[in-house]
């Protein structure tokens, strides 16, 4: 039972630098996201998919970039780190783009930009 | 004002004890509701949907007041393994996508011996 599986669990980065948190599911799920878990903040979505080839905006994406070429996969790309992107990131999936559908999340994983 | 509010806590109760949180959210158009639970460095997970008649699962009962804009949980007969953040989850828009979901920042709850 895998779930919502979400590598590396831990990344330091320099500022500057790029990487790319990756996601994926095999629950058949068509909905896929990604939030972000700061302190005294409730999670913000950054981007998500409705389906393979489909990808929009959350509340937060500017420095963000993903893509969903497969329905199992939803990576999510820091292009130049900051430290403002710290934070711990959660890729969650759900059967379909439904309000009321249970999302799934993985474990997290934990980013520090210094 | 926040889309939605929580108190933040911690709250500190005894085991045994009952246990109720609020939150509130600004949007009347919104029309689902859920608590979610998050144990501490962990992911958070699905604990019930919040229906207008109110709804209960074991020690478990959820509200929801329409007219002041308020969901509540109760734990009754607190128990150790209770100790987790308490995420109150709302619609931001009267849609039906998961993609407007708002997330409060949690209530903490610590159950103690």
């Known amino acids: 039972n895998a779930g919502v599986t979400q590598t590396p669990k831990f990344q330091v980065l320099k500022t500057g630098q790029s990487m790319t948190l990756q996601c994926a599911q095999d629950m058949n799920h068509e909905y896929m996201s990604w939030y972000r878990q700061d302190p005294g903040m409730g999670l913000r979505l950054i981007h998500y998919?409705?389906?393979?080839?489909?990808?929009d905006q959350g509340e937060v994406p500017n420095g963000y970039n993903v893509s969903r070429s497969t329905t199992e996969d939803f990576p999510l790309r820091l292009l130049s780190a900051a430290p403002s992107q710290t934070s711990v990131y959660f890729c969650?999936?759900?059967?379909?783009?439904?309000?009321?559908?249970?999302?799934?999340f993985g474990e997290g994983s934990r980013l520090t930009v210094l | 004002r926040k889309e939605v509010e929580q108190d933040p806590g911690p709250f500190n109760v005894p085991e045994g004890a009952t246990v109720a949180f609020n939150c509130t959210y600004s949007?009347?158009?919104?029309?689902?509701f859920f608590w979610y639970r998050q144990d501490c460095r962990k992911e958070p997970k699905l604990l019930m949907s919040v229906y207008s008649s109110g709804n209960e699962d074991g020690r478990f009962t959820a509200q929801l007041n329409r007219a002041s804009q308020y969901i509540s949980l109760l734990i009754r007969d607190s128990k150790l393994s209770d100790s987790a953040t308490y995420l109150c989850?709302?619609?931001?828009?009267?849609?039906?996508?998961?993609?407007?979901?708002?997330f409060g920042t949690g209530t903490r709850l610590q159950v103690t011996l």
């Open positions: 949007n009347s158009a919104s029309q689902s």
């Open positions: 989850v709302v619609n931001k828009i009267n849609t039906g996508t998961a993609s407007k979901l708002t």
């Open positions: 969650a999936s759900s059967a379909q783009d439904r309000v009321d559908g249970e999302l799934f």
């Open positions: 998919s409705v389906g393979a080839g489909i990808t």
